[in-house]
Each structure stands twice: as structure tokens, then as C-alpha cells.
């Protein structure tokens, strides 16, 4: 996900998708425009607008509190929490790690429904407590927006398909009583495909009944569901498979570096056109000092290539592309997808030992595929 860093909350560093400022101002305008004017007739355009903004405010304020729940019993498992990062769909805790027992992962998932009624709660007081003591209605809205939209999140989230919270739970439970977590998370990834097809069987069925928002906002999230559920569980198979193995045993060695004093022209004549790489570890004096990959160049204009050279767009070592030979792969795959190159120099005393691309990952896994079916 790309997006950008907001700041940091009780350690934990919240980050906002750039997709989000598309549901941000997509709540702010159904609000404003449309569930406030309906509900409270009669109020100036400016206050719907204030209304509008103050309710998406809390309303993701929410979404935070859920996903911080999250993080918090996860660190208090022993689970490293880097942090979160809220999307078109919600949010998400980013973890280095999964639960290791059944129990931490029922607790984990399980807190962040109920984090959702307690709020649901707390402003269906704030709701009661305004319209019986003759408060604003502004203050009578927005509470009773966020009263129902808490408790449809609770709801939808316990809903048992992976990787809904509901179904995090569910996997939890089979993974109690098989004992295999990756049986588990087949069958509650199964559960969230299938929950996905439902969504977007009524998203359809409702377009063809005239409720073309609604529809389209139906099929978009099984369509989402759908998908989520069958990355999360090759991505557990990946950790499976991944498990105990180091970055030695996986990278390239020794590949092919270039100098940061090449223009691009250069780069691109002399390496990129001539072999069949997509990246290349960047050296001065054998000690590597970054990585340039074809798509860094296809965003600089052609005509700046004869003077820009490969210093000036590349991505230094000190930007997280870099792991040791005996890091577990857990660790390089976290480091290849917060980077953003998807690749990572594996270094030793400050010199260039060998580099891991996504192709290097998924051809020991093939590798390793056709040997286990072969024993």
C-alpha cells in the first residue's frame, strides 16, 4: 500500500493510504449531502457540511480505535506491531508476525469487534443523554451516526470469513481442535470467498431493484473480500513454506552491480538494454551504497537521462533494502514489501553478498515444491 506517514500513536505509526481519501470524501459527501439533510430537515448548508466532517472525522477516529485494539493485545502477546495503516476499506495492523497459538489469535481478533460495540455504546449514550436533555440536534446526529455505523462494523467484521475479524476467529477455533493452522486458514479463507460471492450476489441483485449505489458498493467490498481471502491464505502458505529458511539460501550471489556515477543513458544502453535484469545493487568501492530497478527510471523524463545519474535516483541501503545472510525469510519478505522495490541487497561487514527479488522468492518455492512432490 502507498500512502503516507500521519504520525504515531502509543509507538505504533499510523499511516493513510492514498485510497482512503477516496472513502474519506465519499462518507463526507453522503453525510453532508445526503443522510443529514434527509434525517434533520431544515438546518443551513454549512451546518449539514460541519455535521458531515465531524462524523467522518470520528467515524475513522473509530476505525483507529478498532484496529489500535488490535495492535495492543497483539504487542502484549509478544507479536511486533509496526504499525497501521488505514485503507478504502478500513484498516489494518501491520505485524511481523502471526499469532503462535489459537488462544492469542481468538484475543486478538475477537478485541477489535468489541472495541466496536463499546464505542456503538458509549455514543448511544451520548445519543440518549442529547435528545432527552434537549441538546443540539447536530450533537443528537452525529451520535446516532456513529452509534449505528459502530455496531455495523461489529457486525459485518464477526461475520465468519477470512480475513474479517470473524473469520480470524473462526480460523482460531478449527485451528483449536485440528491443530493445524494452515487447515484452518483454508477453510476460513474458503469461508470469506464465499462470503464475497454473497456480497456481490446482492450488490447485483439490488442493482437490478434501482439501488445502484448501494449495489456497486456491494459487489466492490465482496469483490475486495473475495480477493483479501485467497492473498491471505497464499500468504500464509508462503510463511509456511518460508519458515526457518534465511536470506542465504534464497538470494542471487553476486550479481552484477553498477556504479552511482552512471548517467541513466549509460544505465539503461549498457545494462538495461543489454541484460535481462530489472534491478541492479549499486557499489562504490565494492561496498554496496543502494538499489536502482527499472521503474525509476521510466519516471524520469528521457530527455534528463544524458545528466542525471543512478546517485540521484537511487534507493539507498540505509532505506531498509538491506538484511543479513542468516535474517529469516519472515523478516526479508517484511522488508521487501515496505521498501517498495520489492528486493533487498543482502550485505555482510559492509560488502554486497548477494540480492532477493520476488522471482528469486517464488523459484525456491517452486523449487521447493517439485522436490516435496517428488519425495
Known amino acids: 500500500m502507498q500512502g503516507f506517514r500521519l504520525g504515531s500513536i502509543f509507538g505504533f505509526e499510523i499511516r493513510i493510504d492514498l485510497s482512503w481519501l477516496l472513502i474519506f470524501f465519499l462518507v463526507l459527501w453522503t453525510l453532508s449531502a445526503g ?15 460541519v455535521m458531515g466532517l465531524v462524523a467522518t472525522l470520528l467515524f475513522f477516529a473509530s476505525l483507529l480505535a478498532h484496529e489500535l485494539s488490535h495492535s495492543f493485545v497483539a504487542r502484549a502477546k509478544g507479536i511486533p506491531v509496526e504499525g497501521i495503516t488505514l485503507f478504502i476499506f478500513g484498516g489494518v495492523s501491520r505485524t511481523r508476525m502471526d499469532a503462535e497459538t489459537p488462544g492469542d489469535e481468538f484475543q486478538i481478533a475477537g478485541v477489535g469487534p ?21 441538546w443540539s440536534v447536530v450533537v443528537t446526529g452525529i451520535a446516532s451516526y ?8 461489529a457486525i459485518f467484521n464477526m461475520l465468519p470469513g477470512f480475513p474479517l475479524d470473524g473469520g480470524r476467529v473462526f480460523r482460531s477455533i478449527i485451528w483449536k481442535y485440528t491443530g493445524d493452522r494452515e487447515k484452518a486458514t483454508k477453510i476460513a479463507s474458503t469461508g470469506g470467498k464465499w462470503l464475497g460471492y454473497l456480497l456481490i450476489a446482492l450488490g447485483f441483485w ?6 445502484v449505489l448501494s449495489g456497486l458498493w456491494f459487489i466492490l467490498i465482496g469483490w475486495f473480500l473475495y480477493n483479501a481471502a ?15 529458511v534465511r536470506a542465504q539460501e534464497i538470494m542471487t550471489p553476486y550479481p552484477e552491480t553498477v556504479s552511482p556515477n552512471l548517467t541513466l543513458q549509460e544505465l539503461v544502453d549498457k545494462y538495461f538494454l543489454s541484460r535481462r535484469y530489472q534491478s541492479f545493487p549499486v557499489t562504490q568501492n565494492s561496498h554496496p551504497v543502494g538499489i536502482v530497478t527499472l521503474n525509476q527510471i521510466k519516471d524520469i523524463p528521457r530527455e534528463e537521462w544524458i545528466y542525471q545519474t543512478v546517485r540521484d535516483i537511487m534507493i539507498p541501503t540505509d532505506n531498509g ?8 525469510m519472515s523478516q526479508v519478505l517484511q522488508k521487501m514489501q515496505n521498501s517498495g522495490v ?11 553478498k548477494g540480492i532477493i527479488t520476488a522471482n528469486d522468492v517464488a523459484s525456491w518455492l517452486q523449487r521447493h515444491r517439485d522436490f516435496g512432490q517428488a519425495a
Open 35 to 49: 443522510l443529514f439533510p434527509e434525517d434533520y430537515p431544515g438546518l443551513a448548508n454549512a451546518t449539514y457540511f
Open 114 to 134: 468489541l472495541t466496536s460495540v463499546v464505542l456503538a455504546a458509549l455514543f448511544g449514550l451520548i445519543w440518549y443523554v442529547s435528545k432527552n436533555t434537549g
Open 321 to 328: 533494502v538491506t538484511a543479513r545472510p542468516e535474517e529469516q
Open 230 to 244: 485467497e492473498a491471505s491464505y497464499e500468504e500464509v502458505l508462503l510463511r509456511t513454506s518460508l519458515k526457518g
Open 342 to 352: 520489492r528486493r533487498v541487497l543482502v550485505t555482510q561487514n559492509g560488502l554486497l
Open 146 to 153: 456513529l452509534a449505528s455505523i459502530n455496531l455495523v462494523l
Open 206 to 211: 439490488q442493482l437490478f431493484n434501482s439501488s
